[in-house]
């Protein structure tokens, strides 16, 4: 892609895309790549914001260099540690020994710890300004979203916010790297699935940080993952927005764990129902076959969630039970949830289910229904009654969608 690409006045993105790894943090499958994104401003004194993981550290040195030519960087601004975006941080001092690197007083202890480097650091505070010439950076603490040391850094003549991982998502940018240049329906889902898995656990201080935020004039939105916002920042803007204050939407999602069927098809005929009732988003997830990161996206987007299990060594079956421990660390609120499952003699799969939900403290819809060996009319029955109660407390809460 063309490194000189300029987001604005004389700023570049100058980010790679990764579609060799195939699990980021080495676990959270790429089907669709992940860009890093790292920004340039060629000014009278040069400014890199972020680097890249050490994996395209030959690319990103070669952009660089295409254009600044032999002029010197003059600062690194690292507003996140995290090594996707820190990673070319040695490599590029090498090249630039004078090179100043921006942090805050959280961020030299990572540095030091990451890479052994210990020179050039140049401590910043909220509010301060270095200035580029054309340019001027300031600086927000924003802690925890998601690492202790996390900032953002806004450029005050162009009006860019450069948010580090915040407002970013999966997915390579393949050629469109504007909002106005990509369909955002695959992005929406990929920033939700990274919102969701990776920074929603610190839901509070996304909501902190944006009411810092909330009096800056913002034109874009550069974050270090996904597309850059410069046609509506503030459609990402208020996508967090909702997330972090657990707005969903109507919907139901269904996950389950079942080893020979039984299981599975009380969840198939649970979605008929709701779907019956006049749910028009059902979404069933064999969680053996998904991967828990976009079942727990999909939980995330939508009001009620119902979780079934066979019994399994007197517990909840392993791939629902990682599903029970992503939902918990995620620390998702105000959704509904409801509890099916099977047996064959003591249980384990739906009484581990209910442990769970009294922990969560979500609003039940109906008892918990469970079989033994296979479903019958009984739980035909039970199901039915739990799959028009779900419906309509739905319809109650939404009622504009009706
Ligand atoms: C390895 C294994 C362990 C099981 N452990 C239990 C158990 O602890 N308690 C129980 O009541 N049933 C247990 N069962 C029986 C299943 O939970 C039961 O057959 C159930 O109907 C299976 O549902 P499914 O068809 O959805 O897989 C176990 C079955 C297997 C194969």
């Not at 994104?37 to 070669?62: G, P, Q, W």
């Not at 959704?335 to 979500?362: H, Q």
């Amino acid at each position: 892609m063309n490194c000189r690409l300029s987001i604005k006045d004389k700023i570049h993105w100058i980010g790679v895309n990764d579609r060799e790894t195939t699990l980021f943090e080495n676990y959270w499958p790429l089907e669709k790549g992940v860009a890093y994104n790292s920004y340039l401003i060629n000014d009278e004194k040069v400014a890199i914001i972020d680097t890249v993981k050490f994996n395209k550290t030959t690319e990103y040195l070669e952009k660089i260099k295409e254009i600044i030519g032999d002029k010197p960087v003059d600062y690194l601004v690292v507003n996140h540690m995290e090594p996707d975006h820190s990673g070319s941080m040695l490599a590029l001092l090498g090249t630039y020994p004078d090179m100043k690197i921006v942090g805050n007083k959280k961020t030299f202890p990572f540095i030091e710890g990451f890479y052994g480097i210990t020179r050039n650091y140049m401590e910043v505070v909220e509010g301060d300004i270095i200035d580029l010439g054309f340019h001027k950076l300031t600086f927000y603490m924003t802690p925890m979203v998601h690492w202790p040391e996390t900032m953002m850094t806004y450029e005050t003549t162009s009006k860019v916010l450069f948010s580090m991982d915040a407002f970013g998502g999966f997915g390579a940018l393949d050629g469109g790297i504007f909002d106005d240049e990509i369909n955002y329906e695959f992005y929406e889902d990929e920033t939700r699935r990274y919102y969701s898995n990776i920074v929603a656990k610190y839901s509070a201080m996304v909501q902190r940080s944006l009411k810092k935020l909330a009096g800056l004039d913002i034109q874009i939105v550069a974050p270090t993952h996904g597309p850059i916002w410069r046609s509506n920042p503030g459609e990402i803007i208020g996508l967090y927005d909702k997330w972090s204050r657990y707005e969903a939407e109507k919907g139901v999602v269904i996950v389950y764990g079942s080893m020979y069927g039984n299981t599975a098809k009380m969840a198939d005929f649970l979605a008929r129902i709701i779907a019956e009732n006049g749910i028009k988003d059902v979404k069933v997830f064999d969680a053996s076959k998904t991967h828990p990161s976009y079942i727990l996206s999909e939980i995330w987007k939508y009001k009620a969630a119902v979780i079934g299990s066979c019994a399994y060594n007197t517990k909840v079956f392993s791939s629902v039970e990682t599903v029970l421990a992503k939902l918990s660390n995620s620390s998702l609120k105000d959704r509904y949830v409801s509890v099916f499952g099977n047996k064959s003699w003591s249980g384990g799969g739906v009484s581990g289910i209910n442990a769970f939900v009294d922990e969560i403290g979500w609003e039940r819809i109906g008892e918990s229904i469970e079989a033994t060996y296979s479903p019958k009319d009984a739980e035909f029955k039970a199901l039915t009654e739990l799959g028009e109660a779900i419906a309509a407390k739905l319809h109650e809460t939404y009622p504009e969608e009706n």
